[in-house]
Every structure is written in C-alpha cells, then in structure tokens.
C-alpha cells in the first residue's frame, strides 16, 4: 500500500493558544482513516493545514511525497475535499455544477459518468433548491472525487442525513475506497468510523492521544465491558455513576450506554438500584466494550452525563 499522505511533526498556534501540536500520521491508497475528537480537539486545523487553507508554524506535510509547502499548487490538484456543509446557487444543477468544476481541470473528466457514479444521473437537471440532503451530500462527494484524486479529505459528510441516506453516502465512499482512493474522514459519529475506517486518529486539545484500528482501540479497554440499560422510568444519572464497576455513563436516545470494569458487581447493584428506587428493567445487554466507550475515557469525557440529553424514560413494559 503505497503512502498517499504524510503529515510530520505538524504543529499551528493561534497566539499563545495550540491548535495542534507534534501531529503524526499518513493515509495510504485505499485505506480510509478516521480523524476523531471532541470540539475543538485539533481536526480542523490538521485538515485546512493539509488543504493549504492555513500555514502550520512547523512540521512538514506530504502528498504523494511532494511537499506541500514548496509545491501548493501541484499538491492541490492531487486533492479533493468535501467540507461539513455545501453552498451552491438556489437554481443551478448538478449537470451544471460538474461541468462548471470540470472546467477545471486538463483533461475534462466525464460529467455524465461522474454523475452516474454517484447516483445522481436521475436529478441532474434537479435545481439544487429541489435536491434533498442525501443528493446534496451525494453532490459533494461528487465534486470531490470528480478528478480522480489520490487523497480525499471529507468533513462530516453524513451530517444530518438521515439513516438511509447515511447508509447510501457510506457506500459511495467505500466504492471510491475500493478503486484505491486514500481517503481521510473527520467524522463524530464513532459507528460510522468503526463500520468504514481501516484506523483511526484520536485527538484531543491538539494533540494525539491514540491510533490505531477501531477494534484495537477498544480492545486498548479490554478490561471493561459495555452494557445497555433501558428501563421504564429515568433513572438518575449520578446514582449510575455511583455504581461499583462503572467508569462511563452515556445517554443515547432511549437507553442508557454503560461500561463497567467489573460487570458482576455492577449487574447486581444495577438490580439493587432498580428495586430500590421502585424502578423496572425492561432490557439489558452486554457486549465487548465499543469504540465509544474507548473514545470517551482516551479523551478524558467518561464522566460527562451532567451536560448531556438524557434519555426519554420507556412507557411500555414490553421488552
């Protein structure tokens, strides 16, 4: 697997403030790596520094083992990018769109095909108005992969789409994979790194706190297990924290996410815990611990259920 992207020792401070400091990795042809870390951990600054949208105050970064920085312009045309959100003009199409973008480029890529390659072909003469998230997103990563580049870098390219269109844009993304794209992914939905990402990068306040394959790092706590609790009334997150065994309390949409470093213990004093407060437990499931999981302890958010939306309490008693 020939390396595609390589970024050294990459460092940027706004002022006395870090961006990133001391930032390692590469991306090689056909892999996608995952870039992951809470607000403000570093990922925006790493991906304009490799865009050439900002100037890092040291290390080096390489594309197909041309610097970027004594070589912008021929770095640039190896690069595609699609970022968190794209803007186009109300009337104009994605027949229009491509073509506009092609003009870019020598020799013109086939806008036809690249539509077609996106699943586009059929609202092509759609004004963008018209289009739905999923065509929209769609839209971008065809603008982004239009000329065949050897790196992509996409920026939540699945925000706010909903789970169908989410599932087709990952497949497009795969598909761009398998035909020897190298492509880097920030993304904060750690399902879809664990389902798409060969490795991932973890950042935190500028720097690197882990990397490796989502499996790897989960099993970098393999001393912990996760467990799903759902039960019919809310029950209070701190009484859950205060559970022996129990190291991350996270509420997802009608449950709540627990990893226990000691699940014997913690199973029978969540059972303790539910007839003591007069609540019911309508499922409970175990598993190897998640990358979630894994995630919120390397970063150092294990604890963070005060801020966090809790869960809406069931109304059934139907498991």
Not at 122 to 142: I, K, M, N, V
Not at 212 to 230: E, K, M, N, Q, Y
Request: aromatic share 4%; proline share 6%.
């Amino acid at each position: 697997m020939a390396t595609i992207l390589k970024v050294q020792n990459l460092t940027k401070l706004y002022g006395s403030k870090k961006g990133v400091s001391d930032i390692s990795f590469d991306v090689g042809s056909g892999e996608i790596v995952g870039l992951l870390g809470p607000n403000g951990a570093g990922k925006t600054t790493t991906v304009e520094c490799i865009l050439g949208l900002r100037d890092p105050d040291s290390g080096r970064i390489e594309v197909n083992g041309i610097d970027s920085r004594s070589a912008p312009d021929t770095v640039r045309r190896m690069m595609g990018a699609q970022l968190q959100s794209t803007s186009l003009h109300d009337s104009i199409t994605p027949r229009e769109t491509t073509r506009l973008f092609a003009s870019f480029y020598s020799p013109e890529p086939d806008t036809d095909q690249a539509l077609k390659r996106f699943g586009l072909l059929p609202q092509a003469d759609t004004p963008f108005r018209h289009l739905s998230g999923g065509q929209r997103q769609r839209l971008a990563l065809t603008l982004a992969f239009l000329h065949n580049p050897g790196l992509v870098i996409l920026d939540e390219p699945s925000a706010g789409l909903d789970p169908a269109s989410r599932q087709d844009l990952l497949d497009c993304i795969l598909a761009e994979k398998n035909k020897g794209a190298a492509i880097l992914l920030c993304t904060h939905h750690l399902d879809e790194a664990r389902r798409i990402c060969d490795r991932v990068i973890v950042l935190d306040s500028g720097s690197t706190v882990a990397q490796g394959t989502p499996a790897s790092l989960a099993s970098f706590h393999s001393d912990t297990v996760s467990i799903r609790l759902r039960t019919a009334q809310y029950p209070n997150p701190l009484d859950l924290e205060s559970i022996p065994g129990i190291v991350t309390v996270t509420p997802s949409a009608d449950a709540w996410n627990l990893a226990s470093s000691d699940p014997n213990q913690s199973l029978q004093e969540i059972g303790r815990l539910m007839e003591a407060t007069g609540n019911r437990i309508l499922e409970i499931h175990m598993e190897a611990v998640s990358l979630e999981a894994a995630f919120l302890r390397l970063t150092g958010h294990s604890k963070a259920t005060a801020q966090s939306q809790p869960p809406k309490p069931d109304k059934t008693d139907t498991v």
